[in-house]
């Protein structure tokens, strides 16, 4: 029995539709293996620089000092944070 599949259907300008044809054709495999196998890889490095925060030492120092003088949430952001929390963010 075959892996379940779900279709994608995105529109090109020729010229980029046929050097995708040309690359997979070069690669051995059909166009959408090809396809799968870039998002399969770049997907991940998107995402984790998407979620990384970089920041300067001096930057760095600055949010230490915000954290540890930060004052308690108070109940009007404690009740929000659990509304978003009951819906799953």
């Known amino acids: 029995m075959g892996t379940r599949t779900e279709r ?6 020729p010229e980029l539709k046929a050097l995708a044809e040309r690359a ?3 690669s051995g495999q059909t166009l959408t293996d090809y ?9 991940p490095k998107r995402l984790q620089l998407a979620n990384e925060v970089m920041l300067a ?3 760095f120092d600055q949010f230490l000092v915000a954290c ?6 108070s109940k009007k952001l404690l009740n929000a944070a659990k509304k978003l ?5």
Not at 35 to 43: E, G, K, P, S
Not at 68 to 73: K, L, R, V
């Open 68 to 73: 540890e003088t930060a004052q308690s949430p």
């Open 57 to 59: 030492n001096e930057q």
């Open 24 to 26: 997979a054709l070069a």
């Open 85 to 89: 929390d009951a819906e799953g963010y």
């Open 8 to 13: 994608i259907e995105a529109r090109f300008p």
């Open 35 to 43: 396809l799968a196998n870039l998002v399969r890889l770049d997907a």
